[in-house]
């Protein structure tokens, strides 16, 4: 590279992380003049004044009111974030539904669109379509109340790789590679050339993770979708080549059990996946006519109240979940397994035989078994976790997504 051309890329980051500044400025101090600005964050009043315009031109910032000066100064004129002019949109595909939701950037919930796909196998585009719908009914709602999309992400069931970013594998829709977002585009053109694609289970991972102090290493095991798993090691998420590291559904415990879709026999989610565990439970015409959700959220009402065929059927899944977290604990030597979906309103009866089977290793009596905890985002905890991401991007740089 030549100087000329590492010199602009140094002022384009110093330029970045000014604007970053003053972004984050007025999100924290709320409504401030251009001298206020300047004092917080050191820079020169002549360079807050040019900034402040790149934000304003951008529509992230804008004049709100004009104040009297202190003593004998001139009027200040007070600015702030756009908040009520922008707006971030994550999408989520899950087994049942389509569900669209923005925020606005002080995290407020402005709109939620759902729409269910009714869950059609190996037809990525019956789901697709519908997602497109559901984005744009948002689209259209969003541009009604005269807000721009600042950010998008399409949240999706499945392990997600590639660049750009398309689903990789699949087996709880019967999915292959699948490039999302060029679908999505097809036939919703005004989604943003900055959307990005992200698995749930690494947003929901991360937002979850994000609410717990000082944790570095972490396993996330959920089950809604199938059973999926994410994992933070040393602080850094580990993504593995194939952006397959964490996908536990398809740990083989059972070894001479079912054949999987992905090939193997007895993997986790043959001995403990939603569709196991609910046709065991007798629910599963509540699956095939309510859909997932209404069915899992039945299960665990059934569990909790005491229902003998519902309680038996989680409590074997269980013991397999336990195997598994015995063995990846052994490979991650994690500091909590958080569990999330729907299993973290059963977080009791995974953590038990799983507290157990970990107590078995050889180590037990001197390093006492990582705490099974239960998540604390519901449903939402993708969505949630996709959100947050698009906000914190925003902050750390303010013109990136405005493409
Ligand atoms: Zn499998």
């Known amino acids: ?5 590492s010199a602009s890329l140094v002022s384009g980051d110093v330029r970045t992380h000014n604007l970053s500044l003053l972004m984050r400025r007025l999100v924290d101090a709320g409504p401030s003049a251009r001298s206020d600005l300047a004092s917080a964050t050191g820079l020169a009043r002549g360079s807050v004044t040019a900034l402040v315009g790149v934000l304003i031109e951008a529509g992230l910032v804008r004049e709100t009111e004009v104040v009297p000066g202190e003593g004998a100064g001139r009027p200040r004129t007070l600015l702030s974030i756009a908040a009520d002019s922008v707006a971030l949109l994550a999408l989520q595909l899950d087994a049942d539904q389509a569900i669209a939701v923005a925020h606005d950037l002080d995290g407020t919930e402005l709109l939620r669109v759902a729409e269910h796909h ?9 789901v697709i379509d519908v997602a497109a719908r559901v984005l744009g009914s948002a689209l259209d709602d969003l541009e009604a109340g005269g807000r721009r999309v600042a950010g998008l992400t399409v949240v999706v069931f499945a392990p997600v790789g590639e660049e750009p970013r398309v689903v990789v594998a699949d087996t709880d829709l019967g999915w292959g590679r699948v490039d999302v977002l060029a ?16 698995s749930d289970v690494i947003a929901a991972a991360l937002a979850e993770a994000s609410l717990i102090d000082d944790v570095t290493d972490l396993l996330y095991l959920k089950s809604n979708s199938g059973i999926g798993g994410a994992i933070i090691s040393g602080g850094v998420l580990v993504e593995g080549r194939h952006h397959l590291a964490g996908a536990l559904g398809h740990i083989a415990v059972d070894y001479d059990g079912a054949l999987c879709d992905c090939g193997q026999r007895g993997c986790l989610v043959t001995v403990a996946g939603p569709d196991v565990v609910l046709e065991r439970a ?13 069915a899992l959220e039945l299960l665990v009402e059934r569990v909790h109240t005491g229902d003998e065929e519902a309680t038996a059927a989680f409590v074997a899944a269980a013991d397999w979940v336990a195997r598994a977290i ?7 030597d994690p500091q909590i397994i958080l569990l999330g979906g729907y299993w973290a309103e059963l977080s009791d009866l995974i953590g038990a035989p799983a507290a157990q089977r970990m107590r078995l290793a050889a180590y037990g009596s001197e390093l006492a078994p990582p705490p099974v905890v239960a998540g604390t985002l519901g449903a939402d905890a993708a969505i949630l976790g996709a959100l947050w991401r698009l906000r914190a991007d925003l902050l750390a740089d303010p013109l990136a997504l405005s493409a």
Not at 189 to 196: D, E, G, N, Y
Not at 282 to 294: E, F, I
Not at 326 to 332: D, F, H, P, S, Y
């Open 1 to 5: 590279m030549s100087d000329s051309g």
């Open 118 to 126: 009714g869950r059609p196998m190996g037809d990525p585009e019956a």
């Open 183 to 198: 679908g999505l585009r097809a036939l919703e053109p005004r989604l943003p050339r900055s959307a990005t694609l992200t």
């Open 282 to 294: 007798g629910l599963a015409d509540v699956l095939q006519h309510d859909g997932l959700t209404r």
């Open 326 to 332: 015995a063995i990846v604990r052994m490979t991650l």
